[in-house]
């Protein structure tokens, strides 16, 4: 389950910047102090790995796997994203 270089190039950048994205926090509203993330599920995989040890790069690597792996799973069953948050 590596990346590999035979793909498309810029599909790995889009799904390396989604993943950056998806894993960043958001403020609830302006004035709100409170932090959410964009995906809590991917946000969950994400900081899973990061106290397993692993690298920055190596973990978003992981993490754009697993939406690779969630988007093909959509697709394949003609269904819709519903998000939890």
């Given at each position: 389950?590596?990346?590999?270089k035979?793909?498309?190039?810029?599909?790995?950048?889009?799904?390396?910047?989604?993943?950056?994205?998806?894993?960043?926090?958001?403020?609830?509203?302006?004035?709100?102090?409170?932090?959410?993330?964009?995906?809590?599920?991917?946000?969950?995989?994400?900081?899973?790995?990061?106290e397993?040890?692993?690298?920055?790069?190596?973990?978003?690597i992981?993490?754009?796997?697993?939406?690779?792996?969630?988007?093909?799973?959509?697709?394949?069953?003609?269904?819709?994203?519903?998000?939890?948050?």
């Open positions: 389950n590596r990346i590999t035979r793909g498309s190039s810029r599909l790995r950048h889009a799904l390396y910047m989604a993943v950056g994205a998806a894993i960043r926090d958001k403020r609830k509203a302006r004035t709100d102090e409170q932090l959410l993330p964009r995906n809590k599920r991917l946000r969950e995989y994400y900081d899973k790995k990061r397993e040890g692993k690298p920055y790069k190596v973990t978003i992981a993490c754009a796997n697993k939406l690779l792996h969630w988007i093909y799973a959509l697709l394949k069953n003609k269904s819709t994203f519903q998000d939890i948050a």
